[in-house]
């Protein structure tokens, strides 16, 4: 089990099709994260939030849209994905910086399949 | 942050020590090492990281040489479950603290 809860565990959807992952954690940290893991690759960053606050856009499409309403919650908003999006969708938290190496703790992702 | 260069794939036998190393020859000072590894179906595990000391805790051990250039990630006594792709990953403190770039891992096998 992780600190990291993500829902759905999968999800299939069309094209034309608007969904949202959602990402939770209560271990008081203040950076969440979304990476992309295609099959049988490494996972690569999305989007890192910091205190509630959008710090890093890896040139990410703008059908994938991020969102965190709190501190404790992070949304990934589809809308209009196409094919090739299909992958595992992983979530993650740390503490904030501090100069001492802040480790991420990751979710289990959600399985995305677009038809 | 710096490159980081695994084997491909390792095998262990059940209840042996796995040694899995890591080359990272361009580290600078404030780079940290760390260790993750992802089990078949799940998201990444954090496992450890260091600076310049060992460290151990009640997973692994991390030892990082002298000259920082390379490190070994020991699991004393493995078991079928470590079976995983283990990533070692240097990230710098500061501006790039929070991307976390993996490579493409080692595939530990352990087998009975």
């Known amino acids: 089990d992780t600190e990291v809860t993500q829902t759905p565990k999968h999800l299939v959807m069309g094209m034309t099709n608007k969904k949202s992952l959602k990402c939770e954690q209560h271990?008081?940290?203040?950076?969440m994260y979304w990476y992309k893991q295609k099959a049988k690759k490494p996972p690569e960053l999305m989007f890192v939030?910091?205190?509630?606050?959008?710090?890093i856009n890896e040139s990410v499409p703008s059908r994938f849209s991020p969102e965190c309403p709190n501190s404790s919650l992070l949304n990934l908003h589809l809308h209009a994905l196409q094919p090739e999006d299909s992958a595992l969708y992983l979530c993650?938290?740390?503490?904030?910086?501090?100069?001492?190496?802040?480790?991420?703790?990751f979710g289990d992702g959600t399985r995305l399949s677009i038809l | 942050d710096a490159k980081t260069t695994q084997p491909t794939s390792m095998d262990c036998a059940e209840g042996r020590a796995a040694n899995l190393p890591c080359n990272h020859s361009?580290?600078?000072?404030?780079?940290?090492v760390y260790w993750y590894r992802q089990i078949h179906s799940q998201g990444p595990q954090y496992i450890i990281h260091g600076l310049k000391n060992n460290e151990t805790n009640e997973m692994a051990s991390l030892i990082i040489t002298e000259d920082r250039k390379s490190s070994t990630l020991i699991l004393p006594h493995a078991t079928l479950r470590d079976t995983a792709v283990y990533y070692c990953?240097?990230?710098?403190?500061?501006?790039?603290?929070?991307?976390?770039?993996f490579g493409k891992g080692t595939l530990l096998t352990v087998n009975p």
């Open positions: 990953i240097v990230l710098g403190v500061g501006g790039s603290n929070y991307k976390l770039t």
């Open positions: 271990m008081g940290h203040r950076a």
């Open positions: 993650a938290s740390s503490q904030v910086g501090g100069g001492k190496g802040q480790p991420q703790h």
């Open positions: 939030y910091s205190y509630e606050k959008l710090s």
């Open positions: 361009t580290i600078s000072g404030n780079e940290y």
